[in-house]
């Protein structure tokens, strides 16, 4: 299957995944999201750092957080 993504599709994709937790401090998921912990674990995307990235960053963060599980 073939498909062609913009960048708004590249961050949808990313919103849609979290990283598992050994991904938290890696350096390139770390510039465009954080942990926050504390009673609820959850990850937090940087909106404006997604949308300042390259497509083919976006689709290394990506399938880094997809292949993590």
Same mark, same amino acid.
């Given at each position: 299957?073939?498909?062609?993504? +913009?960048?708004? +599709?590249?961050?949808?994709?990313?919103?849609?995944?979290?990283? +598992? =937790?050994?991904?938290?401090?890696?350096?390139? &998921?770390?510039?465009?999201?954080?942990?926050?912990?504390?009673?609820? +674990?959850?990850?937090?995307?940087? &909106?404006? =750092?997604?949308?300042?990235?390259?497509?083919?960053?976006?689709?290394?963060?990506?399938?880094?957080?997809?292949?993590?599980?």
């Amino acid at each position: 299957m073939i498909v062609e993504l +913009d960048q708004k +599709d590249l961050i949808a994709l990313v919103k849609g995944v979290n990283p +598992d =937790s050994n991904l938290f401090e890696h350096p390139v &998921i770390s510039l465009y999201g954080r942990h926050i912990g504390g009673f609820v +674990d959850e990850w937090e995307w940087n &909106i404006k =750092s997604l949308r300042e990235a390259s497509d083919e960053v976006l689709w290394a963060v990506y399938t880094l957080c997809k292949n993590s599980w």
